[in-house]
């Protein structure tokens, strides 16, 4: 139960910018498609968001049209589920170090260990939180809210290393 001497917080919104692949690296493209209200998460941290495509960490309880709240950050300890860049492919995955390896892991037998060369990995983030709607459609969803957040003087945010579609 909730104490009216403390007001809910209010949320803060992160742009969501696109999907991202949860199985084989794909071109990383930023598709800017609204915001998603996030509360709970420190205000410092720099947050985005992106939807799931593909089934390699459906055993992480990650699975296609997923929306993933991700902390931006260039590393991760070993175990964190990341999004990781290769060149310019982007997946989603656990991540492991092994021997002074990086290793990325999908969550489904299905699916390859990615070995990436490290002077070509950057890890755009660890995510913190997994969403999962059950009607509609996230973007539509929080259109209304998205446009009162933009004319308010929010800034865009950019994943570093993804190019825009």
Same mark, same amino acid.
């Given at each position: 139960?909730? +104490?009216? +001497?403390?007001?809910?917080?209010?949320?803060?919104?992160?742009?969501? $910018?696109?999907?991202?692949?949860?199985?084989?690296?794909?071109?990383?493209?930023?598709?800017?498609?609204?915001?998603?209200?996030?509360? !709970?998460?420190?205000?410092? /941290?720099?947050?985005?968001?992106?939807?799931?495509?593909?089934?390699?960490?459906?055993?992480?309880?990650?699975?296609? !049209? &997923?929306?993933?709240?991700? *902390?931006?950050?260039?590393?991760?300890? &070993?175990? &964190?589920?990341?999004?990781?860049?290769?060149? &310019?492919?982007?997946?989603?995955?656990?991540?492991?170090? +092994?021997?002074?390896?990086?290793? $990325?892991?999908?969550?489904?037998? /299905?699916?390859?260990?990615?070995?990436?060369?490290?002077?070509?990995?950057?890890?755009?983030?660890?995510?913190?939180?997994?969403?999962?709607?059950?009607?509609?459609?996230?973007?539509?969803?929080?259109?209304? /809210?998205?446009?009162?957040?933009?004319?308010?003087?929010?800034?865009?945010?950019?994943?570093?290393?993804?190019? *825009?579609?």
């Amino acid at each position: 139960m909730h +104490s009216q +001497s403390q007001p809910y917080p209010q949320p803060r919104f992160v742009p969501l $910018l696109g999907h991202v692949q949860a199985g084989a690296l794909t071109t990383a493209l930023e598709e800017a498609e609204g915001f998603v209200p996030v509360v !709970g998460i420190a205000e410092g /941290d720099g947050l985005f968001a992106l939807r799931i495509r593909g089934l390699s960490m459906e055993q992480a309880g990650i699975l296609p !049209g &997923d929306v993933v709240i991700v *902390r931006r950050q260039g590393d991760a300890a &070993d175990g &964190d589920i990341v999004v990781a860049l290769v060149e &310019d492919e982007a997946t989603v995955k656990r991540l492991r170090r +092994s021997g002074g390896r990086v290793a $990325l892991h999908p969550e489904n037998p /299905d699916f390859e260990v990615i070995f990436p060369d490290p002077a070509q990995l950057q890890l755009l983030g660890k995510v913190v939180e997994v969403r999962r709607y059950l009607e509609g459609d996230v973007g539509q969803y929080f259109e209304g /809210d998205a446009r009162r957040h933009v004319a308010s003087g929010a800034k865009s945010q950019r994943v570093a290393g993804a190019r *825009r579609a």
